[in-house]
């Protein structure tokens, strides 16, 4: 069981908008530490997709967006893509624990 | 352009040693972090352990403490994760991941492209 808490799975039809929430508690999103998000491309290594929160990297599409309030942060996408469908990790840090991930969520473009 | 380029897929039975690579090229080797990442088949992620390669001072997940040593060599760029006798429960992909930002709180980036590690009989 993961100290970050996120949805199996999430689904939605191209150009709809879709949510990923990770909660954690007051040991780690709860206490103030930045949250990541990490794209997971099936059968490929993780990338990083929104860093400290909100930020994303250059050549990560404006679709992409990420926030934080109290012990949960979301991840939104709008406008999605076939290309969107793969997993999604949130991460950060716990005080008992050191650096923690999310279960991770499938998402599933229908 | 930063690449971290790791070593190929492993096929062992319990109880033997490993060592797997992660070579970097492309920034400063000694000025970053770097993390090992483990993955089940079919599961999420789970962080195992980081290595500041200036000095290779080593902090790890308690999930994984005294189960496997992290270690770097300078002098060829390169980090590694190494078990001294495996279990069949260790079958995963593994991964090595640059780190950016704080310490406390690294932010992954680049990742390697993994390597699966099969523990069998």
């Known amino acids: 069981q993961s100290v970050l808490t996120q949805p199996p799975s999430v689904s939605g039809a191209p150009g709809q908008r879709v949510t990923i929430s990770c909660t954690g508690s007051?040991?780690?999103?709860?206490?103030?530490?930045?949250v990541h998000w990490y794209q997971q491309l099936p059968g490929t290594a993780p990338k990083l997709l929104i860093y400290t929160n909100s930020n994303r990297p250059s050549g990560v599409p404006g679709r992409f967006s990420g926030s934080k309030s109290g012990t949960s942060a979301s991840l939104a996408i709008t406008g999605l893509q076939a290309e969107d469908e793969a997993d999604y990790y949130c991460q950060s840090y716990d005080s008992s624990l050191s650096v923690v991930f999310g279960g991770g969520t499938k998402l599933t473009v229908l | 352009e930063v690449q971290l380029v790791q070593s190929g897929a492993e096929v062992k039975k319990p109880g033997e040693s490993l060592r797997i690579s992660c070579q970097t090229s492309g920034y400063s080797f000694t000025s970053y972090w770097i993390s090992w990442v483990r993955q089940m088949p079919g599961k999420g992620l789970e962080w195992m352990g980081r290595?500041?390669?200036?000095?290779?001072?080593?902090n790890y997940s308690p999930s994984f403490q005294g189960h496997v040593t992290i270690s770097n060599d300078k002098s060829i760029r390169t980090a590694y994760l190494q078990w001294s006798s495996l279990k069949a429960s260790d079958t995963a992909m593994y991964y090595c991941a640059r780190h950016s930002g704080s310490g406390s709180n690294p932010i992954f980036d680049p990742w390697g492209q993994g390597t699966l590690v099969t523990v069998s009989s």
């Open positions: 007051s040991s780690n999103i709860g206490a103030g530490y930045d």
């Open positions: 290595i500041d390669p200036s000095d290779s001072y080593t």
